[in-house]
């Protein structure tokens, strides 16, 4: 149960971290009608599609089969922000207090649960 959290937390904090940072970060000003533009300006294209990171060749590659993880797609975009921002620190914690052997993580490790299935079908 440990290590799956510890897993967890830095797969939502590192990989889907990585994804969220290309979202916001990574551009292009050639603007593209199938890219969603952010932030409303239709000149620049925002994604890991638009750098050459090594993390960002992961999501290149993911989006392969799914267009949305190479850009800022914006539902995808929310329901990430939602994971790494909440997700990754909760399993954090989770595992902090599974160490300490507190009675509370059951409470916590089903609130993270039921995040993981929303995030899922989302």
């Keep these: 149960m440990y290590v799956w ?9 590192i990989l889907e971290g990585s994804f969220i940072y290309y979202s916001f970060a990574a551009s292009s000003p050639t603007p593209s009608a199938a890219v969603p533009t952010l932030w409303g300006n239709p000149a620049i294209s925002y994604g890991a599609k638009f ?4 993390l960002a060749k992961l ?15 914006v539902s995808t975009v929310c329901v990430e922000l939602i994971t790494v921002l909440a997700g990754g620190p909760l399993a954090v914690w989770i ?6 052997g507190e009675g509370r993580r059951w ?16």
């Design 95 to 100: 595992t902090e207090m599974i160490r300490k």
């Design 107 to 122: 409470f916590w490790m089903s609130v993270l649960a039921t995040g993981e299935i929303y995030g899922t079908y989302a």
């Design 51 to 54: 750098s050459d990171a090594p």
């Design 59 to 73: 999501w290149q590659e993911y989006a392969k089969a799914d267009v949305r993880w190479g850009v800022s797609d």
């Design 5 to 13: 959290h510890v897993f967890n937390a830095l797969t939502h904090l």
